[in-house]
């Protein structure tokens, strides 16, 4: 048999990994050789990940973290390349691929449960979109951050959606003309990371940061998530109406009434998560 049909043979490494430590569910991008590039699998893998977690009663919060020196490089830009002889140059397949990168990147905030960011290394285009997408991030002080689509003639169009929620619009506009990248340091004084820590220290600060919101009701986390990211489109009239109406339904629940209770008996709050 020769090297390449070897090769050919040789069961192929999944290209996500899940693993679970307490309550709390790691999805370990698996593509290192590739700098973990947003393939096609790879994004279809993250989102039936997802969808299989929120209904997961186990599972109260998410860590995305990745293997090799690279969080992620964005997009598979050699398998996009592969599409431009299609008839139409690509024109169907980037759309559907985009939109289903956009849908993956929906999942992550409309997922009733938290989740934390674990970066190592460079996280740029969209993959530096994933982590913006997250609801917290922890970040090796070695880890970079970077939108350089304008390089190469792409603009990060997707990316900018998550990364303009995240960072002041100035902020956001030097990294997407300009593509260069920015330190963990910076990353965090703008607001797209919430901790830097040592490397190789940052999966388990992940974890850790994600354990401490495990500890929670886990009805109170999924409402607060929702009502997060929903009050943040409206106006500030709406908002406080429409916050108004979440303490109104939260004060209703099992677990506020619990929480409320055993904070005035001085003694801790036992969650039933209604």
């Known amino acids: 048999m020769s090297a390449q049909a070897a090769r050919a043979a040789a069961p192929q490494a999944p290209i996500l990994l899940r693993e679970t430590v307490g309550s709390i569910a790691i ?46 490089a964005g997009h598979d830009l050699k398998e996009l390349t592969a599409r431009r002889s299609d008839a139409d140059r690509g024109r169907a397949y980037f759309a559907e691929l985009m939109n289903a990168c956009s849908a993956m990147m929906q999942a992550v905030v409309r997922l009733p449960k938290p989740v934390v960011a674990a970066v190592q290394g460079i996280a740029t285009a969209a993959g530096c979109q994933l982590v913006a997408s997250c609801d ?20 990060c169009s997707t990316p900018m959606v998550a990364l303009s929620r995240n960072v002041p619009r100035k902020q956001a ?35 850790a940061l994600a354990q401490k919101v495990a500890l929670k009701s886990a009805h109170t986390v999924k409402l607060g998530k929702e009502a997060f990211y929903r009050q943040a489109e409206m106006n500030l009239t709406d908002a406080y ?34």
């Open 27 to 72: 999805l370990t991008l698996n593509r290192p050789a590739a700098r973990n590039s947003l393939s096609e699998g790879l994004i279809a893998e993250l989102h039936a990940a997802l969808n299989e977690i929120g209904g997961d009663k186990a599972v109260r919060a998410v860590v995305i973290a990745a293997n090799g020196p690279v969080f992620s």
């Open 136 to 155: 917290l991030a922890v970040a090796s002080e070695a880890a970079t951050f970077a939108t350089p689509g304008v390089d190469i003639g792409l603009f």
């Open 173 to 207: 506009m030097e990294m997407l003309l300009t593509g260069e990248p920015v330190s963990a340091a910076t990353a965090k004084e703008i607001g797209l990371i919430n901790r830097v820590v040592p490397a190789g220290t940052e999966r388990d600060a992940a974890i």
């Open 241 to 274: 109406r429409f916050a108004a109406e979440v303490m109104t339904e939260n004060m209703m629940a099992r677990d506020a009434e619990e929480g409320i209770g055993a904070f005035i008996e001085k003694r801790e709050p036992k969650w039933q998560d209604r």
